[in-house]
């Protein structure tokens, strides 16, 4: 299956001398979804979590190929889902995707 979308990357970046602050940079990607599969997780919670254990493969980019290690989510059916890990193969990344990605508690990676 075919794929076109968001993907953000998360940096810090020194905003004044030893005070930092978050910089999310946010790309369209072309690629493939090369595994497609979701699970519930039991939690504590009221309604379990959602996961899903999707790879993507993109076409990447200087960009991608430089800043791999900032990626932080992967934008897939109106839903940020936080990668949890990118192999490299050029010309490609393989982005391994889980949770929810939630902006609001910070990184999630």
């Given at each position: 299956?075919?794929?076109?979308?968001?993907?953000?990357?998360?940096?810090?970046?020194e905003?004044?001398?030893?005070?930092y602050?978050?910089?999310?940079?946010?790309?369209?990607?072309?690629?493939?979804?090369?595994?497609?599969?979701?699970?519930?997780?039991?939690?504590?919670?009221?309604?379990?979590?959602?996961?899903?254990?999707?790879?993507?493969?993109?076409?990447?980019?200087?960009?991608?190929?430089e800043?791999?290690?900032?990626?932080?989510f992967?934008?897939?059916?109106?839903?940020?889902?936080?990668?949890?890990?990118?192999?490299?193969?050029?010309?490609?990344?393989?982005l391994?995707?889980?949770?929810?990605?939630?902006?609001?508690?910070?990184?999630?990676?």
């Amino acid at each position: 299956m075919k794929f076109y979308g968001t993907i953000g990357f998360l940096e810090y970046v020194e905003d004044v001398p030893s005070v930092y602050k978050e910089v999310l940079t946010e790309r369209k990607y072309y690629g493939d979804v090369i595994r497609n599969s979701r699970r519930y997780e039991r939690s504590d919670k009221l309604n379990d979590d959602l996961t899903i254990s999707n790879e993507f493969s993109i076409v990447a980019d200087a960009y991608a190929n430089e800043n791999f290690h900032h990626m932080i989510f992967v934008e897939y059916m109106g839903t940020k889902w936080k990668i949890t890990n990118v192999t490299v193969e050029r010309p490609r990344l393989i982005l391994s995707v889980g949770g929810v990605y939630n902006a609001e508690s910070g990184p999630q990676a």
